[in-house]
T-cell receptor, first 116, second 111 residues
Framework: DSGVTQTPKHLITATGQRVTLRCSPRSGDLSVYWYQQSLDQGLQFLIQYYNGEERAKGNILERFSAQQFPDLHSELNLSSLELGDSALYFC???????????????FGEGSWLTVV | LAKTTQPISMDSYEGQEVNITCSHNNIATNDYITWYQQFPSQGPRFIIQGYKTKVTNEVASLFIPADRKSSTLSLPRVSLSDTAVYYCLVGDGNYGQNFVFGPGTRLSVLP
């Protein structure tokens, strides 16, 4: 158990709909990352937040948005869903700024999104 | 952000030692080298991290030469359950660092 909690574990929705994925980072971790992994595809970095602020943005579509709340949990909002958005969405967290030992990120178990 | 290059796939047999090499020619002074393992439909899992020379833990060893332009993950006596994708990441984990995973190395352990 990495300590990163994601909900829901599975979600089936229709095209055009909007969903919200939730992530609780490990206790003490200030940084949250979101990744998308389609079937047999690599991990696509979407976005990173650090202590409530957006830190880095990757290949995140305009239909997707995220935020990190004061209690450090994060939500990934996916709207106007398309069939191609079906994927496993991972959240990860890290301490960030641990210069004396690098920085390791810890992944949750993911949220399976199926768009039909 | 240091770019990494790994073999796309490797095959091995049970009980053998597997070495996966990652090239990172433009590694920066403050960068650490971290390896992750991912099983199908699961989140990547931290395996080992190092800065220089050799690091060993209960599951793997990491060899880093003096110039740090490459690193080798060594898995002793692999089993079928070690079949997974292995990712090499290089970075300092500080402000502005984002963790972009490459395609990784798909290791298949055969009986």
């Amino acid at each position: 158990d990495s300590g990163v909690t994601q909900t829901p574990k599975h979600l089936i929705t229709a095209t055009g709909q909007r969903v919200t994925l939730r992530c609780s980072p490990r206790s003490g971790d200030l940084s949250v990352y979101w990744y998308q992994q389609s079937l047999d595809q690599g991990l696509q970095f979407l976005i990173q937040y650090y202590n409530g602020e957006e830190r880095a943005k990757g290949n995140i579509l305009e239909r997707f948005s995220a935020q990190q709340f004061p209690d450090l949990h994060s939500e990934l909002n996916l709207s106007s869903l398309e069939l191609g958005d079906s994927a496993l969405y991972f959240c990860a967290s890290s301490v960030e700024g641990a210069t004396d030992s690098g920085n390791t990120i810890y992944f949750g178990e993911g949220s399976w999104l199926t768009v039909v | 952000l240091a770019k990494t290059t790994q073999p796309i796939s490797m095959d091995s047999y049970e009980g053998q030692e597997v070495n996966i090499t990652c090239s990172h020619n433009n590694i920066a002074t403050n960068d650490y080298i971290t390896w992750y393992q991912q099983f199908p439909s699961q989140g990547p899992r931290f395996i080992i991290q190092g800065y220089k020379t050799k690091v060993t833990n209960e599951v793997a060893s990491l060899f880093i030469p003096a110039d740090r332009k490459s690193s080798t993950l060594s898995l002793p006596r692999v089993s079928l359950s070690d079949t997974a994708v292995y990712y090499c990441l290089v970075g300092d984990g500080n402000y502005g660092q984002n963790f972009v995973f490459g395609p990784g190395t798909r290791l298949s352990v055969l009986p």
